[in-house]
């Protein structure tokens, strides 16, 4: 685990106002009201539009410790991560804004002839997404705009890479999910937002550089990590799933 910009003297976590919010129903929370898993795994969302507020080091620090206890066959623990805090994050979005030009991923994002019923999942989201920020189809120009805001990491704060050794297979991979998983429903229970990117996988060669990552260690995907601003439509953005007997059945 690596902090960029870690600061030697700890200060203690600031906590005021409305930290987060309930998907289902806008109610503001507050640290300390108490959420039961099933409450963060309800209001997780990716969301795509931050506020300004920073994040305390020591919160960042502690969701990191925290994630670390998610499952890993083996104990193997896999992850590599990189948090950004603003200063590096701000130097970050600079570096590719000035090189914006992406590289080929070194793994596949999707499926080539992605197939029922998957294809049909992705393509409606992204068509509720457009809808909420009022991007018809045909306005091309509009939609990569917004696809853009993924390398200024939707104006969030803060980040986190997340890097895995080469040699590990996709058991580890899976691990990788976990400990993601793990660290976003954390930081819901802190009323931070987060939105896990595989966009950042495009510009791998930038982030090993400027995170200075070994070449032994391949790019999963970054993360946005804030306060989400509840007053963008974007982030009144709930996706569906899909009911329990199209993916799911009991074997008797």
């Known amino acids: ?29 507050h640290y300390g009201d108490g959420m039961n898993v099933i409450d963060a795994v309800n ?12 994040v305390e080091h020591d919160v960042l620090r ?13 104990n193997v623990q896999p992850w590599r991560i ?21 590289a080929p991923p070194e793994y596949d994002i999707y499926p080539s002839g ?4 998957y294809r049909t999942n992705r393509f409606a989201l992204g068509e509720q997404m457009y809808a909420k920020l009022g991007i018809p ?5 509009g939609r990569l705009r917004q696809m853009a805001k993924n390398m200024q990491f939707f104006d969030a704060p803060a980040s986190m890479f997340c890097f895995i050794d080469r040699g590990m297979g996709a058991p580890q991979w899976s691990d990788l999910g976990m400990f993601l998983q793990t660290f976003m429903l954390l ?16 510009q791998h060669k930038a982030v090993r550089e400027f995170c200075g990552a070994p070449d032994n260690e391949l790019l999963f995907c970054g993360m946005a990590i804030g306060y ?16 329990f007997d199209d993916f799911a059945k009991f074997v008797k």
């Open 43 to 54: 209001q997780r969302i990716s969301v795509r539009q931050f506020t300004n507020q920073e």
């Open 114 to 117: 992605l197939v029922e019923p």
């Open 187 to 202: 930081a819901t229970e802190r009323g931070l937002g987060t939105c896990a990117q595989e966009y950042w996988s495009v």
């Open 1 to 29: 685990m690596l902090f960029f910009d870690e600061r030697e003297e700890l200060g203690a976590v600031s906590i005021i106002g409305c930290h987060g919010f309930t998907v289902m129903t806008g109610e503001c929370l």
């Open 62 to 74: 502690q969701l990191v410790i925290d994630a670390s206890r998610a499952p890993s066959g083996g």
């Open 137 to 141: 189809r045909e306005d091309k120009a």
């Open 82 to 102: 990189y948090v950004l805090e603003k200063e590096a994050t701000d130097r970050l979005r600079a570096v590719i804004a000035g090189n914006p030009e992406m």
């Open 228 to 243: 989400t601003d509840t007053s963008a439509p974007v982030n009144s953005l709930v996706s569906e799933r899909m009911p």
